[in-house]
C-alpha cells in the first residue's frame, strides 16, 4: 500500500491496482484491503479467486463469493466511488473450463463486482461467450502470446476495458536486453538509431 500511495501521489489521473487475492483468504481480510486500498489514494481494484496454493490453486466458489461479496460491502461504504473488479484465474492455474469461469464471473457479478476479468481465455470466441454472459463491463488482460487480440477484435466482442498487465515493463525489458546482446555479441550500437533522444525522452516525461 505504501508504494500504491507513492504512485497515487504522483499522479493526477485515477489509479487502480491488482490487488491480487486481497492479502487473505478471509473476507473480513480482504474488506480491510479495500479500505486500506482507498485509504492510499486508490479509486479501484480487482480481487481475485486464486488462493496461492498449487494444491487447491482455486477458491471454492461460495467462499470465493463470499470474498468478492465482502470487498463490494467495503468499497460501497467509502465516501467516492470504487470500481471493484471481480477476477477469476482459472485458464491463468490450470482449470480450462469456459462454463466454469462463466459460472464464477457471473457470480462475483451477482455478488456487486463493479467490472469482471478472467485473464487467459483461449481465443476470440471464449471472450464473446464471457462477454455475453455478462450485463457488467468485461475486462479483457493483453500481454499473453497468442492470446493477445486487437482492440477491434475486443470490442467487437463486447470487452469494455483492457488492461495491459506487465506488457509495456515486458517489451521495454526486451528492448533493453536486446541492445545489451547487440554491444556484447556484435559489438555494434544499431539499436540507437531506432531510440529517443535524451530531449524526446525528457519531453516525454514532463507530459
Do not use: W
Amino acid at each position: 500500500m505504501a508504494q500504491a500511495r507513492i504512485i497515487c501521489e504522483a499522479t493526477d489521473l485515477p489509479v487502480s491496482a491488482d490487488l491480487e487475492k486481497g492479502f487473505g483468504d478471509a473476507p473480513e481480510v480482504v474488506a480491510e484491503t479495500i479500505r486500506q486500498a482507498a485509504e492510499a489514494g486508490l479509486i479501484g481494484c480487482s480481487i481475485e479467486d486464486a488462493t496461492g496454493n498449487s494444491d487447491a490453486p482455486i477458491f471454492e466458489l461460495g467462499h470465493a463469493t463470499e470474498r468478492i461479496a465482502a470487498a463490494v460491502a467495503a468499497a460501497r461504504a467509502l465516501p467516492f466511488s470504487f470500481t471493484l473488479t471481480g477476477r477469476t484465474e482459472n485458464f491463468l492455474r490450470g482449470r480450462l473450463d469456459l462454463d466454469d469461469t462463466i459460472k464464477r464471473l457471473k457470480a462475483y457479478e451477482a455478488a456487486g463486482a463493479d467490472a469482471l476479468m478472467a485473464p487467459g481465455l483461449p481465443d476470440l470466441d471464449a471472450v464473446r461467450a464471457v462477454c455475453a454472459a455478462l450485463d457488467k463491463p468485461f475486462n479483457f488482460m493483453a500481454g499473453i502470446k497468442g492470446k493477445s487480440f486487437t482492440v477491434a477484435a475486443l470490442a467487437a466482442a463486447g470487452v469494455k476495458r483492457i488492461s495491459l498487465a506487465t506488457s509495456l515493463y515486458r517489451a521495454a525489458m526486451t528492448g533493453l536486453l536486446s541492445a545489451a546482446k547487440e554491444v556484447r555479441e556484435h559489438g555494434t550500437f544499431g539499436y540507437i538509431d531506432a531510440s529517443l533522444g535524451s530531449a524526446e525522452m525528457n519531453e516525454f516525461l514532463r507530459e
